[in-house]
């Protein structure tokens, strides 16, 4: 049985907290470093609900704007933001939780959740969450849900690879899948029920 313990933890959020039915929804954002580049970290009063890189070809704070087109949004660094800024530098303290507002359909929050009891330095693939989320036919749908995390890192997209051996696709550079990748690898440690990393296999 797998020791892994992952101390981020998913809050769906709700359709009326979205489209600020009941409440404007306010945003904080600010901007972290991470991986040896910078990263946009945003957050409700919940969690934190978006996390991407801040250097790319888009502007990361106007694509945050489309993401939530109802909320209220400030550029100030909170709570939220430093520590999930520790947990990527891997000086989180695990006896606490790092709480992820996050909205989604069932489904895509499902394979959010069966990502996060994957192991750093370890992979799965496509198939395999399609299986563990009772749902082995659709690991085409399950390569959508993945492309469509709204907090990498933090959710841990980048370690699903195809059944195949070949590492597929990544939302934010497949040159940066492979750094982050090799960087996990190098420190991690052997769990039981998680594939190994390898990365002279590709």
Known sequence: MSTFSNPVKIVPMTRAEFKSKDKKLTIHYSFISVFGGKAL???TQKGVCLLMPG?????????LKKHFPKANFRCQ????HKNISLLLRGKWDN???????????????AVWEDLLTVPAGKVTTYL??????????AAR?????????????AVPCHRVI????????????VERKIKILNKEARKSRKIKNASNW???LF
Do not use: D
């Not at 395999?128 to 036919?137: F, K, L, M, S």
């Open 41 to 43: 970290v945003a957050s």
């Open 55 to 63: 250097e790319m070809k888009w502007n990361p704070v106007e694509t």
């Open 77 to 80: 660094k909170v709570a939220a």
């Open 95 to 109: 006896e606490k939780e790092i709480v992820l507002h996050l909205f989604g359909t069932p489904f895509q929050l």
């Open 128 to 137: 395999n969450i399609a299986e563990r989320v009772g749902r082995p036919r």
């Open 141 to 153: 749908a399950v390569g959508k849900a993945v492309g469509n995390n709204p907090v990498m890192y």
């Open 162 to 173: 195809c059944s195949n051996g070949k590492l597929g696709g990544y939302r934010w550079g």
């Open 198 to 200: 390898e990365p002279t």
